[in-house]
Nanobody, 122 residues
Framework: QVELVESGGGLVEPGGSLRLSCVVS????????IGWYRQAPGKEREFVAA????????SYAEVAKGRFSISRDSAVNTVFLRMNDLKPEDSAHYYC???????????????WGQGTQVTVSS
């Protein structure tokens, strides 16, 4: 059973914006906090942002603060990651993750999506 499905990645020029989406199964969405992680070739997967089950708390990695914004829409069981002022170093495969900790956890839980590729290049 697929619990998390990402979309919205693509090729964008430096300084551009993208909005990633993560559609979450209802049983996960109503109970778990959701986070975004990314992994570039040759690097470890790293935390980007997370939002609590209620949507009241958000957490961001330093590289994301001021440029990225996470949100959730309960009407469509979706978590969004809005990314502005993108840089080449933001290029990576971005993954959605569900953590049974209902707060905006900055460590991953057991559920992962397949990811969506973001490439920032001119």
């Amino acid at each position: 059973q697929v619990e998390l499905v990402e979309s919205g990645g693509g090729l964008v020029e430096p300084g551009g914006s993208l909005r990633l989406s993560c559609v979450v199964s209802m049983r996960i969405f109503n109970v778990y906090s959701i986070g975004w992680y990314r992994q570039a070739p040759g690097k470890e997967r790293e935390f980007v942002a997370a939002i609590s089950r209620t949507g009241m708390t958000e957490s961001y990695a330093e590289v994301a603060k001021g440029r990225f914004s996470i949100s959730r829409d309960s009407a469509v069981n979706t978590v969004f990651l809005r990314m502005n002022d993108l840089k080449p170093e933001d290029s990576a495969h971005y993954y959605c993750n569900a953590n049974e900790d209902a707060g905006a956890a900055i460590t991953p839980g057991p559920y992962w999506g397949q990811g969506t590729q973001v490439t920032v290049s001119s």
